[in-house]
């Protein structure tokens, strides 16, 4: 079923009838990512923009490949190399493209509320691929379909998920969080306090600081990655020190009950958050999470596009 929304800004937006529908959409997506010829004709005629102006590996390339799998034609924009570069400002760029007739714009941009901000003056549908500290929905979508395909169900009830690491900074915490609390699970955000959000008032979780006593009863680690971009050392005095204290090593790994998922958005640091056997290892479902991100943003795509009509 598509969404009667014009823009997917973040998770907070979403029904649960939403989320499940969009997660319904994304596994008959997944069938088409199995096929010799992976291409359907759902969105000909239709235009992406992928407007980023921050660095990005795994969402730009699975919003190209979504719409073109979907036989959407797919611009890419990056900020280096345009107009942005002589100073012309997000929303100038933004009305010069849509004089160009796309269908949705998909934003990527480091000032939290910079997809808000275009939704409101943009005609078409606009997609948040990441602001700032604020909301990644497309991430918390790709790992809620990761989770669900893992567990063979979609009911997520008493499933413990800890968050660990940088959660003030995170945009994918505060989807992840939303996200998986609506559909039921049990949410633990964990780091040092000074990485940790000042209140939790409106998270829909609890906050622990010493990870060594909340690991045995996690079914989900989420590891964050230490963003050294946007932390001082008045925060994180030593990277060394976080590996020792919230790092995913194979000793902590090896405490982990038999069945727990390890995740993590990528991109990595290995030896930081994670170890490298950790990462590569049977607990983790991180590439998994990467082959769902195309699933999932064709899956959106379509919610926002599609006639309501079949998939395929
Ligand atoms: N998880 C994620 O947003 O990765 P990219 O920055 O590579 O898109």
Redesign the pocket.
């Known amino acids: 079923m598509s969404w009667k929304r014009k823009d997917l800004l973040g998770m907070r937006d979403l029904e649960a009838s939403e989320i499940t529908d969009v997660l319904d959409t994304a596994v008959s997506m997944k069938e088409i990512a199995s096929r010799e010829i992976k291409k359907v004709p759902t969105l000909r005629g239709k235009t992406v923009v992928n407007l980023f102006y ?7 390339t699975s919003f190209e490949i979504a719409g073109k799998w979907l036989s959407a034609d797919v611009i890419n924009f990056s900020a280096s190399g345009s107009s942005a570069d002589k100073g012309e400002s997000l929303l100038d760029t933004a009305r010069n493209i849509e004089a160009m007739s796309p269908d949705v714009v998909v934003v ?1 941009h480091k000032a939290s509320g910079a997809p808000a901000l275009l939704a409101r003056h943009l005609r078409c549908g606009v997609v948040n ?2 602001d700032g500290a604020h909301e ?1 929905p497309t ?1 918390a979508l790709l790992d809620l379909l990761t989770l669900r395909r893992r567990l063979g169900s979609d009911s997520f009830r008493g499933l413990r998920v800890g968050i660990v690491g940088d959660v003030r900074h995170s945009r ?1 915490a505060r989807s992840g969080v939303k996200a998986f609390s609506a559909v039921g699970a049990d949410v633990t955000v964990v780091g040092p306090p000074t990485l940790l959000p000042e209140s939790l008032e409106g998270w829909p979780a609890r906050a622990a600081t010493d990870l060594d006593d909340v690991l045995p009863e996690l079914d989900v680690v989420y590891l964050l990655r230490i963003q050294r971009e946007r932390l001082g050392s008045a925060l994180l005095p030593s990277l060394r020190e976080y590996t020792s204290r919230y790092g995913l090593t194979a000793a902590r790994a090896a405490r982990l009950k038999p069945d727990t998922v390890v995740m993590h ?3 990595m640091n290995r030896g930081v958050e994670i170890a490298a056997e950790v990462a590569d290892g049977p607990a983790s479902i991180i590439t998994e999470q990467v082959a769902n991100g195309v699933a999932v943003r064709m899956a959106v795509l379509w919610s926002l596009l599609g006639s309501g009509g079949p998939v395929a």
């Open positions: 921050e660095s990005s590996t795994r969402t730009r990527r691929a990441g990644h991430q994918v958005p990528g991109p």
